[in-house]
Each structure stands twice: as structure tokens, then as C-alpha cells.
């Protein structure tokens, strides 16, 4: 994809999003709502890496703590190595438990703009994952520009779940949605 045909897609993406929200799907006062702010898109956040799978015995299940204390349980279903600008940098990866083979995987993540020019308790991607290696291998996009702030970021009455430890990043992730 071309630079020009990748940042229209980004912005295409965010479009729909501030429709969804605006048509009051989402977690905003609809009246109130003037768009949600982001990072200019940026081809280099974005990454299509090996999904590392955890062993069929690794024992997947996963407690999340939330905002509100209250838990989370989902499955790991394996690790991401990513080549980011400051290093390369681990992430766990998640996906709803039961799910034998989903098709998008669920990465809650923090890093070093957390709390100043994003959302304090992190933020979230969903990336699609590509099973085209057979078996339990699978490539997964891992696009940064297209991270996003959990519902409670906007509002009190939202349960979410926070990052683990094993996600906190040192890097400053510019990409994705930010606080206005």
C-alpha cells in the first residue's frame, strides 16, 4: 500500500469511528461530541509480525485487573516481538476465552504517553490476525495508528480492563487516538 493509500485508510477508519460516535453508539454524550483527537497517521507504527503461540499445555487463561477492581479472565494466546523505534519490545496477546481460532486478537497496552497526551490507564488495538502459515502460526497486524482509548477513559459507568505489567512499554507510542 502506498504511504498516500495507507494514511487515507487511517483516516477513513477514524472517520467511521467519530460517525459511530456521533450517531450515539458509543460512549459520549452524542450532543456533547466534537471528535476524538489523534496522533497524524504514521506508517512506521504499524507492523505485521509472527504471533509467537503459547504452547497447547501453557494453560491460556489470564486474569485482567479493571478500573473499577473488579477481574477480567481472557485467554493469552501467545507473545508479539515488535521492532519499535527505542528497541525491540515484547507484548502479550489476548483473545476472548473459548475462541479456538479468532480471527482478531486483543492487545491492551501502556507506554511513556500514558497519563500526559493519552488516556492514564492505557489504551487498546484489536488486530486481525493471518493464518496463511498453516497450523498454529499466524502473522498478526499490529498497527499502532490504530490504537484506542478504552470506554472508561470518557466516563465514569465503564468496566476496563487495564494492561498488565508485561505490556508496559518505555517507548512514547505516537500513534493512535490521544486525549484532545
Known sequence: MTASAYEAAVLDFRRRKDEHFAAGRGPVDPAAFAGLSYFPPDEAWAFTVLLDPLPQDGGAEWTLETN???????????????PLPDGERTLLVFAPLGEDRPERVFIPFRD???GDTTYGAGRYLDAPLDRQLGGDGALVRVDFNLAYHPYCAYGDGWTCPLPPRENWLPDAVTAGERLS
Not at 473499577?68 to 515488535?82: F, I, K, Y
Request: charged share 15%.
Open 112 to 114: 511513556a504517553t500514558s
Open 68 to 82: 473499577t477492581g473488579e477481574t477480567r479472565t481472557m485467554a493469552r494466546v501467545g507473545h508479539v516481538q515488535l
